[in-house]
């Protein structure tokens, strides 16, 4: 943690940091797959927006008996997405494409291929945004959903012992919920995105610390920013 972000962060300000995972990812079986009438044939390309994504795209087929075709382009978020695939395929024998870590630019990259039919496989909680981009572009493709994502088991932390608590996907506020129902804000929140910021409002808590934003486009410069102006007020006020 000594060389990330988030050690450079600690060893600034004196700050401990703390890492949990809120949720856990789970794969959807073939029969549960097939029970809601989704299909792996008659699609050219697949749209991989994570690792997780990967492993059960080429878990699925597998448990489907589905033989990809070596012909299957690859359309991935990010570069190393795209270069995750070689845990799967033969990197240099597949037609592999990704975008700049953003799904806009993903959308450009897809535009080139618009023949293709697409195969999106998604969690049960995705971006509604994905869908709505590919919609705009009328891109001829399928959302599969074969994996979800649930609550971890929360029970062997107390989250009152904690000054702020950081979230990445609104994944991680129903999981706060879930393990802790009684749960009453006492400390600050942070949430990255507009959707987890949303539904930290959404469930009721105050938003202290969003990000990104035009000084802050990471979540630890956010909390930099937010702990160097804190600095400063103290500062002020023992001057006074």
């Not at 012992?161 to 991680?172: E, M, Q, R, T």
Request: hydrophobic share 40%.
């Amino acid at each position: 943690m000594e060389k990330s972000p988030y050690g450079e962060l600690s060893a600034k300000f004196s700050v401990n940091l703390v890492f949990e995972k809120f949720i856990k990812v789970e794969g959807i079986s073939a029969q549960e797959f097939r029970r809601a009438k989704g299909s792996f044939t008659d699609h050219t390309a697949a749209i991989l927006t994570s690792r997780h994504a990967v492993d059960h795209f080429f878990r699925m087929a597998k448990e489907l008996r589905f033989d990809i075709p070596d012909s299957m382009k690859y359309f991935c978020i990010s570069e190393s997405i795209a270069y995750y695939l070689q845990k799967y395929v033969q990197y240099r024998k597949r037609k592999i494409f990704y975008g700049k870590q953003n799904f806009p630019d993903l959308i450009e990259v897809i535009l080139k291929h618009s023949e293709e039919k697409f195969l999106l496989p998604t969690s049960d909680i995705h971006k509604r945004s994905m869908l709505d981009l590919l919609d705009k572009a009328k891109v001829n493709y399928t959302n599969a959903i074969i994996y979800r994502t649930i609550a971890a088991d929360l029970s062997h932390i107390d989250p009152n012992k904690f000054d702020l608590i950081i979230f990445f996907s609104p994944a991680g506020i129903k999981s706060l919920q879930s393990n802790f129902p009684d749960f009453k804000q006492n400390q600050l929140f942070a949430a990255f995105g507009a959707t987890t910021a949303n539904a930290v409002t959404e469930a009721g808590f105050s938003l202290d610390i969003p990000a990104p934003t035009q000084t802050a486009p990471s979540m630890t410069m956010a909390i930099e920013e937010y702990l160097t102006n804190k600095e400063k007020e103290r500062r002020r006020n023992s001057r006074k």
